[in-house]
């Protein structure tokens, strides 16, 4: 029962600032949202510029489809040469498209235009996207044309796409914003929660009290647990509710996994508390951690595409392992025996996390 009353020390020394329930209840949501639209993968609105120099039906059709699609935004329609590379510097468009007839010994080939398609690279994946989509225009124009003249082809191709049939980034990000938040807010508050003590000067009075450096360790670390939970269950609502996103597995198995990652998250967060001489040092030092362990987590980038070398450390990142269940259950409803593996390796990451943090706070105490 004694740590009971830490425990609600801690809350109340929490939920008294009402500011702070403003950044713990509200500003998620806030986050949520915003997030929820501005961090996405999805390209449209692409600004490309046509050069139409070919005076057939086709290019004029393939051209229209250009202009009438909700991926490009087409700032310009010329039919005389311009200087690609004057476009591209100035930032006018990202792309330019250049159609001409072909010619075959002096005639005309009654066929389809010559395509050229210029990309921008400064932005490789938005250049690399784009590039497909028109692609995909054009092949699906001149599939289509071929079979109204009464072709057949022998084979087609069909594709099938399974968990995320729309290709929607938010079905994808969301889950991975979730696991943002319940980082962000266990780590930041947890990091000052003992230099805190120190810099306040009654860490003397815990120690020299009855509770033993277990219980003051854990009565630290529960409140920002339950807190954690709070967090992450705020964000379930606002995807679900927000962007439309079916949670296709089993709750029970998110909420173990979010368990297992809070007590390696917390664990680090005190770690840090502990090193730490002042709240100021706490907060850049989580600060920092807290942008690698996004980076390796694979929230925006492949975690396949970090170079070999780097590897490891997004294989000890606890992060890496929660994104990579939460999205297996909110998109593909695996049940645990899909991701136990991963639920393994983030119980060993805990264990020695948590081992180091107490350790490390037992060496503090005992000075």
């Not at 109204?148 to 099938?160: A, D």
């Not at 939970?229 to 927000?242: F, N, P, W």
């Not at 890496?320 to 593996?341: A, Q, S, V």
């Amino acid at each position: 029962m004694k740590i009971f009353y830490l425990f609600k020390k801690e809350l109340i020394e929490i939920l008294r600032q009402k500011e702070m329930l403003a950044l713990i209840f509200i500003a998620p949501i806030i986050q949520t949202i915003i997030l929820g639209y501005v961090v996405t993968t999805d390209v449209r609105n692409i600004p490309v510029q046509v050069v139409n120099l070919s005076v057939s039906q086709d290019a004029y059709r393939i051209v229209n489809r250009i202009n009438h699609s909700s991926l490009f935004n087409v700032k310009k329609i010329s039919h005389h040469p311009e200087d690609y590379i004057s476009i591209f510097k100035k930032g006018a468009s990202k792309a330019v498209i250049i159609l001409r007839d072909r010619f075959d010994e002096g005639r005309e080939i009654p066929n389809y235009p010559e395509i050229q398609v210029l990309m921008d690279g400064i932005d490789a994946n938005t250049a690399g996207i784009a590039a497909g989509y028109f692609n995909g225009i054009i092949r699906h124009y001149i599939i289509n044309d071929i079979q109204k003249k009464g072709v057949q082809f022998p084979l087609k191709n069909r594709t099938v796409i399974r968990f995320n049939p729309n290709l929607e980034s938010i079905n994808y990000m969301g889950p991975g914003i979730v696991a943002l938040l319940l980082t962000m807010i266990s780590m930041f508050f947890t990091s000052i929660a003992i230099v805190r003590e120190k810099e306040q000067q009654t860490m003397d009075t815990l120690m020299i009290s009855r509770l033993t450096p277990i219980e003051i360790y854990t009565g630290k670390a529960l409140p920002m647990a339950l807190l954690g939970l709070i967090e992450m269950g705020i964000g379930i609502l606002v995807v679900v509710l927000v962007f439309n996103i079916t949670i296709r597995g089993n709750l029970g198995y998110l909420l173990l996994a979010a368990t297992i990652f809070l007590f390696a998250n917390l664990s680090y967060a005190l770690l840090i508390s502990t090193l730490c001489t002042s709240q100021q040092q706490a907060l850049f030092f989580a600060w920092f951690s807290m942008v690698l362990f996004l980076l390796l987590s694979g929230l925006f980038t492949p975690v396949e595409n970090i170079p070999s070398a780097f590897r490891w450390l997004a294989d000890i990142n606890p992060l890496k392992y929660l994104i990579r269940i939460i999205r297996e259950i909110f998109l593909k409803g695996n049940d645990i025996h899909y991701f136990i593996n991963d639920l393994l390796i983030m119980s060993g990451i805990t264990v020695v996390i948590l081992s180091l943090s107490l350790l490390n706070f037992k060496r503090m105490v005992s000075k």
